[in-house]
């Protein structure tokens, strides 16, 4: 099976399909943010050009850290992050903040971080479910007309959210959990497909861990002389053409393992014998 390698995100953003999701470069040491710093530049030398990035990763650390590793940022590189959560001291440590203000504020800290004049994928990393929907994305609309960002994404939403999002203003991106193994969101999947918006799975190379279900993943694996983590990402890649799956590692081998995902051709009967694998019970 082919599948195309390109996709266009709100119609005139040509990235390639397999990305990189940067949440995992969380570095502690000097020598764990050298890593970080060079498994960055390696996606881009690798030809990645999607990184997934949000305020939440580190509080803005890791929005600093990508514009140390990459700016200035070579032509055609699409840096996307999210707003829409905020770090408090109680609780469970962050809050939803969904109000315009917020939304402004934590825009510009992203500009700010990313060395950037405007932002080409702006997501919501949750909807606030305090403040009205048509607020929310009327308040990244206002942003998209003055300029600060281009397109506008969501994250973890409903086909209902989806829906209302869509009347308020133009959506080019959803990012929700998604994989080989969990496909809860298929519906959302579905609606994505039928308007022509990049669906970003998250959690994208879950493979299974034991049983039946990892047995043949395993099985394709070897068939293909690919690894069960290419096996997932490459499913993805033929299920969907509006698929671009962020896969994210701390790790230069990791990173290549994952790249190299794109590479993989699924035959007819590989894809469909892994279809059928969520009939399967987890552990059967």
Same mark, same amino acid.
């Given at each position: 099976?082919?599948?195309?390698? %390109? &996709?266009?995100?709100?119609g005139?953003?040509e990235?390639?399909?397999?990305? &990189?999701?940067?949440?995992r470069?969380?570095p502690?040491?000097?020598?764990e ?5 060079a ?5 881009? !030398? ?6 997934d *990035?949000?305020?939440l990763y580190?509080?803005?650390?890791n929005?600093?850290?990508l514009?140390?590793a990459?700016h200035?940022?070579p032509?055609g ?6 707003v829409?959560?905020?770090? *408090? %001291? /109680? ?7 969904g ?38 994305l009327?308040?990244l609309?206002?942003?998209?007309d ?10 973890e939403?409903t086909v209902?959210?989806? *829906? !209302? ?7 080019a /991106? ?6 080989l ?8 999947l579905?609606a994505?497909e039928?308007a022509g918006?990049?669906f970003l799975?998250?959690?994208p190379?879950?493979?299974?861990t ?7 993943i ?6 293909l002389d690919? *690894? ?5 990402l ?5 299920h969907s053409?509006?698929i ?15 790249v190299?995902?794109?590479t993989v051709?699924? %035959?007819?009967?590989q894809y ?13």
């Amino acid at each position: 099976m082919t599948a195309p390698t %390109t &996709f266009r995100i709100g119609g005139d953003l040509e990235v390639r399909r397999l990305g &990189f999701g940067a949440m995992r470069l969380r570095p502690e040491t000097a020598r764990e943010r050298a890593e970080c710093l060079a498994v960055a530049r390696r996606a881009v !030398e690798l030809g990645v050009t999607l990184i997934d *990035t949000a305020h939440l990763y580190g509080w803005g650390a890791n929005e600093d850290l990508l514009a140390e590793a990459l700016h200035p940022y070579p032509e055609g590189l699409l840096i996307a992050t999210k707003v829409g959560i905020r770090r *408090t %001291t /109680s609780g469970e440590g962050w809050r939803h903040a969904g109000a315009p203000a917020d939304l402004r504020a934590q825009v510009d800290e992203a500009l700010l971080r990313l060395r950037l004049d405007h932002i080409e994928l702006l997501q919501m990393h949750r909807l606030d479910p305090d403040v009205p929907l048509p607020e929310q994305l009327g308040a990244l609309r206002d942003l998209r007309d003055e300029g600060k960002i281009a397109h506008i994404g969501l994250s973890e939403v409903t086909v209902a959210e989806l *829906t !209302e999002a869509r009347a308020v203003v133009d959506i080019a /991106s959803v990012q929700n959990r998604y994989n080989l193994l969990d496909r809860e969101y298929e519906p959302v999947l579905t609606a994505c497909e039928e308007a022509g918006i990049a669906f970003l799975p998250w959690r994208p190379a879950a493979a299974g861990t034991s049983g039946a279900r990892s047995a043949r993943i395993a099985a394709i694996a070897k068939e293909l002389d690919a *690894t069960p983590t290419q096996v997932a990402l490459a499913w993805l890649l033929a299920h969907s053409p509006v698929i671009l799956p962020i896969p994210g590692t701390a790790s230069t081998a990791h990173l290549e393992e994952n790249v190299g995902a794109d590479t993989v051709r699924l %035959t007819r009967d590989q894809y469909d014998r892994l279809n059928r694998l969520t009939s399967l019970p987890a552990d059967g």
